[in-house]
């Protein structure tokens, strides 16, 4: 039985994130301003049919899909945001599964680390795909599980805060984020985030 483990709705993909999304994908290339779904089951190799599903259902584009032994992630967008909710619509019928079905997030690491160090802001930035972390900025590392909800949380966390998006790890057993910016900043996009993923943990229960 598959399980449905990330189904998270983006309206409206931010600049900082969609452009990340752009610069590490392999798919076609979303823009800031359409709509997105990550959809993200067990076992991995389902996620295969899942995306011929939404393919052949709809007119969306498939951004990202990366398929592991234990877990399939799936990225789709489109301009309209109807036509990307369709395709949810169309893979959860096929799946036999409901959104209220899917794993709830669960926040296993919050760490804010304020005035970050020169010497270690050269440690992240030496992996890094997204923003320079700048030294003496703040640094929020989140990690939840499943890993595809870190994409609604940093999505949310751009909408509402001027936060700088540093890297995203959206794929394996636990997601990563880590955000920058003043203390400030950073708290309000922090306080996105718990917001967004409690609703999930409402909407799901």
Not at 3 to 13: A, E, H, I, K, P
Not at 40 to 66: H, L, R, W
Not at 119 to 138: D, E, F, S, V, Y
Not at 175 to 200: D, M, N
Request: proline residues 5%; negative net charge.
């Amino acid at each position: 039985m598959v399980q449905l483990r990330t189904f998270t709705f983006v309206n409206s993909l931010q600049p900082q994130l969609a452009s990340y999304i752009s610069a590490t994908c392999r798919g076609y290339l979303p823009i800031p301003g359409q709509a997105s779904i990550w959809i993200e089951i067990a076992p991995g190799m389902d996620i295969n049919k899942v995306t011929d599903i939404a393919q052949k259902s709809t007119d969306v584009k498939p951004g990202v899909q990366v398929v592991e032994r234990a877990f399939g992630i799936l990225e789709i967008h489109a301009d309209k945001q109807d036509v990307v909710v369709e395709a949810g619509r169309q893979v959860l019928s096929y799946l036999n599964l409901e959104e209220k079905d899917r794993v709830t997030p669960r926040i296993l690491t919050s760490e804010l680390i304020t005035n970050v160090d020169p010497h270690q802001a050269m440690l992240i930035n030496r992996t890094r795909k997204g923003n320079l972390l700048l030294p003496g900025q703040t640094l929020h590392i989140l990690e939840v599980e499943p890993a595809g909800y870190v994409v609604i949380a940093a999505n949310e966390a751009e909408k509402t805060s001027p936060v700088s998006l540093i890297d995203i790890q959206p794929i394996g057993a636990f997601g990563r984020l880590y955000l920058a910016g003043t203390e400030s900043v950073v708290s309000e996009g922090v306080h996105a985030i718990e917001a967004t993923l409690q609703a999930i943990q409402t909407a799901s229960t």
